[in-house]
């Protein structure tokens, strides 16, 4: 036997073994999910991601055939929950439900992540989106976008505004707001929707910028006040508020869109039966009714969608970042 001979019969049984080896890992993959399935929400309990995270899992917990476990994550912007599902094993059973909080803007004002928006994660569709809102307190003497300019103007860095945090989507549009109108108001960051709101029906706060998933039922209650939404025309979920762009400030638009992703590199079969699951669970009228009740626009798009959304959007919030010289949170 020559050595060349000798050299292919040990590749061959190498590629045999490794083939024998990757055969339960295949095998895995088809009889996915054989245990829960955990959904991060990178916010405390009660905020809007929260409640839409809850909604999507029991549907998606019907459609999979196993339990989809919501877990919350908290801090730091999204960027805790985000890091430990870019750190966990993409087998399809750790996912993260988050807006282009996570996606965007964090990768816009911070320089160091624990993820990679595009490295770390991959996409089983973008939800749809939930226009944020400028709320008030009932004792604010401001009714309209006007009016709360004309009063911030009259009594500069005495107002204040709340967030769901540092780095979000709501201190993102209230920064945005202040460089328009040229006022001067105190950003006041939470860990969360749910304590800025409990801080603002208080009168802790004058001010937030939450979305509208959490203003409705306050709003509805007469708790707090609607002054505008956030995005560039009115949206049906929330009729007969107008719009910041509307009150004098074209081209302000802060519009969160949410996503539900994956590590990547999920094996195909599992990637499929999630995108399946979730997608189903988009198109079932109950589960899609009632996360418009709470406030989503809800218009699914393909898991591609995603990566564009990123490309477009990241080097424009980038650049304002710039431009209104924005320090890292």
Known sequence: MTPSTTRRRVLRRAALLAGCAALPLIALAQDFPQRPVTLVVPYPAGGATDTLGRILAKTMSQKLGQPVIVENKAGAGTTIGAGYVAQSAPDGYTLLISSNTTFTINPALKASLPYDPIKSFESLGILGTSPLVLLAHPSVPANNVKELVALAKAQPGK????????????????????????????????????????????????????????????????????????SAKPTSTMPGVPTIASAGYPGYEMVPWITVVAPRGLPAAVSAKLVRAYSESLADPETRATLEKAGVDVHPEAPSVYGQRIAEELPKLRAYVHKAGLSEQ
């Open 159 to 230: 107002l204040s505004f709340g967030s769901f945090g540092a780095g979000t989507t709501a201190h993102f549009a209230g920064e945005m707001f202040k460089a328009m109108a040229g006022i001067d108001i105190l950003h006041v960051p939470y860990k969360g929707s749910a304590p800025a709101m409990q801080d603002l029906i208080g009168g802790q706060i004058p001010l937030t910028f939450d979305t509208n998933v959490a203003a409705m039922p306050q709003i509805k209650a007469g708790k707090v006040k609607a002054i505008a939404v956030t």
